[in-house]
């Protein structure tokens, strides 16, 4: 805010993240990106956005991960709860997850079963129920962040500017592809943690001091749609703590409703309940992670409202919705004089572009790969999400054979977007207390050291 915040985004008025120049020895606006293709058809709308619609391509199935010993992890969960003593254990859903516990209760696809599913959470023995949602909006905040100084560094011809364009990195399919096949674009890969790493982060040091306790005292479960959350919790670049995991044990969401089904939790007879709220307030943009092109949609929102100092006139972005193969857009912003990639302080600025591509699967991100590889890529932000559809179809949802599914849950995901009363990431007021009171600002010390990363090329 314009007031006591430190966050580089703020309600009233953006703020110059620190160790931003307001003012940059500024040349045109070119980030030596190429037209886009010509075969693209260009169609304009509102708020300054522009689509080139891309012809879609199938949507491929999901890569099979190394086969393991099958572990009964809600059977584990189960009995760590009922041996946990003093320790606090967390509950923390994603924003796919109050959709697809639904159908395993045999409620239509698209349901938002959040308030039932954090009362049976509650019931099943958790002292807390946060949401992902909370830390998919912190991301925001850091990867908005990391993209903006990434275009600043590039606009001011900086030796070691980070390489554009920048990719996505919350989704762990993704970033296996990469480390496993083209280790030479890790340069190009956000070093944010996922919505999920944040989590634990926040969790075990920002929380835990919060309610007196060691992060050794307290245990976070993470809910997910996605199989490949508990390798992604196992990593050891990602882990914060002395000792033992930021994220302590991970479910998806089949085996949470299994964990509710064992204790006898029927979530339709559940009673509404609300997150706790110190980590589980959170805006529409965040509950966008969940399907293929929110993430993108979410920053966009932000980073509009940063750059020009005025939110979208309309905060739906179409042109990156949808189950296309591949979506790009082109984005129009007038920055404010004299700030963040503006020139200088003249009041007649001339309007920057900023080129982003979402790609629906890890099939339909092959070509987008291949531009950047030949240095002939013509965007500044892509995001990548393995699954065709997003999260909302991640391998850890119930299985379905409708072929409309997709679309439904997708449908719900947006519902909820446009039901909240804050719909953009930095608005948040619990996000904007965690940087005032702990983190201080987006991308400073302490948020490289806790909610950042670092990826490595796997040999095969």
């Known amino acids: 805010m314009a007031t006591s915040c430190k966050m580089s985004v703020c309600v009233s008025r953006p703020v110059v993240p620190r160790g931003m120049s307001a003012r940059l020895p500024r040349r045109a606006f070119n980030l030596t990106v190429q037209p886009l293709r010509s075969n693209s058809v260009a169609r304009t709308s509102r708020s300054g956005v522009f689509i080139r619609a891309a012809a879609a391509a199938p949507a491929p199935t999901e890569g099979k991960p190394a086969p393991k010993k099958k572990v009964d992890n809600a059977a584990v969960v189960e009995k760590e709860l009922g041996a946990k003593g ?12 109050r959709l697809g516990i639904s159908e395993e209760f045999g409620l239509p696809p698209g349901t938002n079963s959040e308030k039932q599913m954090v009362s049976a959470l509650r019931k099943a023995g958790f002292d807390y129920v946060f949401d992902v949602n909370f830390s998919a909006d912190l991301t925001i905040l850091e990867e908005g962040t990391e993209l903006l100084n990434r275009l600043v560094a590039n606009v001011k011809g900086e030796p070691d500017a980070p390489p554009l364009p920048m990719f996505t990195s919350c989704c762990p399919g993704w970033i296996d592809e990469i480390e496993k096949r083209h280790g030479e674009l890790i340069p190009n890969i956000s070093t944010c943690k996922s919505p999920q790493g944040m989590l634990g982060a926040v969790v075990k040091h920002y929380f835990a001091e919060k309610i007196g306790r060691k992060p050794e005292d ?62 589980g307030t959170s805006s529409g943009a965040a509950q966008l992670f969940g399907t293929t092109g929110g993430v993108m949609e979410a920053a966009l929102r932000t980073v509009y409202e940063v750059v020009t100092g005025k939110q979208m006139e309309r905060l739906e972005i179409n042109e990156v919705r949808g189950l296309e193969g591949v979506k790009e857009a082109v984005v129009e912003m007038k920055p404010i004089p004299g700030g963040i990639l503006a020139n200088g302080d003249k009041d007649d600025q001339e309007p920057i572009q900023v080129r982003v591509a979402v790609a629906n ?42 072929k409309t599914i997709g679309a439904q849950r997708q449908s719900g995901m947006y519902d909820i977007d446009e039901r909240r009363v804050i719909r953009q990431s930095h608005k948040n007021p619990r996000v904007q207390q965690l940087y005032d009171e702990f983190l201080e600002t987006p991308n400073g010390h302490l948020a490289h050291k806790l909610l950042h990363t670092y990826y490595q090329p796997k040999t095969k």
């Open 86 to 97: 003093d320790k606090v254990f967390i509950a923390a859903t994603a924003p796919a997850v």
């Open 218 to 279: 307290v245990e976070l479960v993470s809910i997910m749609p996605c199989v490949r959350k508990l390798g992604e919790s196992e990593r050891p670049q990602n882990q914060s703590v002395e000792s033992g995991k930021d994220v302590d044990f991970v479910l998806t969401t089949v085996e949470c409703a299994n964990l509710l089904r064992s204790k006898g939790i029927e979530l339709t007879e559940m009673e509404e309940d609300e997150y706790d709220e110190m980590l």
């Open 361 to 402: 699967g890890l099939g339909n991100a092959k070509a987008l790969v291949q531009q950047v590889k030949d240095g002939e890529s013509p965007y500044h932000f892509i995001e990548v999400m393995a699954c065709p559809g997003g999260c909302i179809n991640g391998a850890g949802q119930p299985r379905s054979k409708d």
